[in-house]
Structures are given as C-alpha cells and as structure tokens.
Nanobody, 115 residues
C-alpha cells in the first residue's frame, strides 16, 4: 500500500533549525500536491506549507520567511527546511499527499522547540 514516511523531527532550541523529510512509495509522486501539516497539543491540524507538481509553493503566514518546502521527484521525497524555530512551532508534523482522487497521510514526526 501507499506509504509516507517522515523523518527528521526532534528537540531543538529556539532559533535552531531542523529539516524534515517525507519519503513516498507506491504513488505517482510527481502528480501529487505534497504538503506538511502540523498539530499542536489541544489544537486543530493546520496546513504549514504545500508544493504542487510544478513547484509552486504556499505557506501559512506564521512560517513565511522561516520555512522552505521543496520536493525531489526523482527520489519521491518532500522536504521541509525549518529555520529560526520558535516554541510555538512545537507540534507533530504530518506529511500529506493529495491528488484529485486520493489523500494520504504519514504517521507524523514530533518537533519540539524548547530551551
């Protein structure tokens, strides 16, 4: 079946950086819109950033200028480069793959920003 496997989460101090990766398998990766969502404790899941097949990107206002989403269709992987991390970025980050017909989710990776 389709798999989205996230990696790269962890504990980082405020102002630090992390790079998340999401490797997809068993989908036509290049045609999917790939996204990163996050869900903080007690809050709803929100879209952080997404990237369509052409490479156009979209970001939630709170991460603009700090996060960068990118994709490598040759290795079926989407990335989220996170810089200048803040405590409010603490959440479980989920990878998402969406087409006109299907939506898939990864299992999530925890990002904790704390001193």
């Amino acid at each position: 079946q389709v798999q989205l496997v996230e990696s790269g989460g962890g504990l980082v101090q405020p102002g630090g950086s992390l790079r998340l990766s999401c490797a997809a398998s068993r989908i036509r990766f290049s045609i999917y819109t790939m996204g990163w969502y996050r869900q903080a404790l007690g809050k709803q899941r929100e879209l952080v950033a997404d990237i369509i097949s052409s490479g156009r990107t979209k970001y939630v206002n709170s991460v603009k200028g700090r996060f960068t989403i990118s994709r490598d269709n040759a290795v079926n992987t989407v990335y989220l480069e996170m810089n200048s991390l803040k405590p409010e970025d603490t959440a479980v980050y989920y990878c998402n793959a969406a087409s006109a017909t299907y939506i898939y989710w990864g299992q999530g990776t925890q990002v904790t920003v704390s001193s």
